[in-house]
């Protein structure tokens, strides 16, 4: 038996809402099959129990395997974390004392992993991540933070979670198959981070040929060109694994917004930002400007003509612009 505990800071609830979506198998088959008892949860729990259980694990009377934390840490104001009072204490101080006694801690979200939307500036609860702030490894933890099994912070970012990335790392966990080279630089699994967000995208034909979509949910083009895609240089499975089992953002014709990364949020959302030539400021991950300007010369007047109109008509004669 597994004793799995669900924390929470800043959040907007989201990560968890997205765990009650999982489906083959759900939440709760998960942890009957494996054998996880759920300690905890702020909103699945029906017992007032909490502060009981957190002593418990601090004097050792419990034995806690894995941590989740969902939402940023709450610092504010001054360092004091009295904007998160949670069981009679600042939630940093419970904080501080749970992470020691974790075997493993997981930062579900990119609030978790990262300090996401909270931490922005001017960030007024001070809000940081478990372990790192934005792209700098320290956190709330701190960078030399190991877990008892000597983990770092596991984070699965995202904004929110994919339901199924958080479930399959708990099985890691649980079985004893998760190493820390199994983590990239941002302690992310690489099974769901080591691709871009664009691998999977049914729209990568529009991509190569420099194709551009006309507006927001148009089944034809790339939404890169104009319309702010993030996939090209976002780390996520997202067209891999879908959403409900069936989409993302990119095929309903809305782009990546980056949420897996650690600037996430922009403020740019549907606009790509470009430069005085009308190049994109933002390249596909590892690909140079002169090689980005020649091939995209060479793309476009090479188009094949069937991905120059609509693919699909409404009625006789009638295509979808
Ligand atoms: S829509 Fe986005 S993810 Fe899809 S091919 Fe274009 S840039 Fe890549």
Request: glycine share 10%; aromatic share 12%; proline share 6%.
């Amino acid at each position: 038996m597994k004793n799995l505990l669900w924390l929470q800071g800043g959040a907007c609830g989201g990560n968890t809402l997205s765990v009650l979506n999982a489906s083959d198998p759900d939440l709760f088959t998960f942890l009957f099959t494996h054998n996880v008892k759920l300690l905890w949860h702020p909103s699945l729990s029906l017992d007032n129990n909490i502060t009981q259980i957190l002593n418990d694990i601090i004097s050792d009377r419990l034995h806690l395997d894995i941590l989740i934390f969902e939402g940023t840490v709450i610092m504010g104001p001054n360092g004091t974390g009295m904007y998160d009072i949670f069981a009679g204490k600042p939630m940093i101080e419970w904080l501080r004392k749970i992470a020691t006694k974790a075997d493993y801690i997981i930062a579900v979200g990119s609030c978790a992993s990262f300090g996401g939307i909270p931490a922005s500036e001017p960030n007024p609860t001070e809000s940081t991540g478990l372990q790192f702030h934005k792209k700098d490894c320290g956190g709330f933890l701190g960078k030399n933070f190991k877990s008892r099994k000597g983990f770092p912070v596991i984070n699965l970012s995202g904004c929110p979670v994919h339901p199924e990335w958080l479930l399959t790392t708990l099985l890691l966990i649980i079985e004893d198959k998760l190493s820390q080279e199994d983590l990239d630089e941002f302690n992310r699994p690489r099974l769901f981070y080591s691709t871009t967000t664009q691998f999977g995208c049914p729209r990568q034909p529009y991509f190569t040929y420099k194709i551009s979509t006309k507006e927001l949910g148009h089944r034809e083009g790339c939404l890169y060109f104009e319309l702010g895609c993030r996939g090209p240089y976002t780390r996520s499975s997202c067209n891999n694994i879908l959403w409900n089992n069936q989409s993302s953002k990119t095929r309903v014709g809305t782009p990546c917004m980056g949420c897996t990364e650690f600037d996430f949020p922009s403020f740019n959302f549907f606009k790509t930002e470009k430069n005085r030539s009308g190049i994109p400021k933002r390249l596909p991950l590892g690909v140079s400007r002169g090689s980005y300007v020649t091939f995209s010369a060479v793309a476009k007047a090479s188009a094949p003509q069937f991905l120059l109109r609509p693919l699909v008509r409404k009625g006789k004669g009638d295509w979808i612009e």
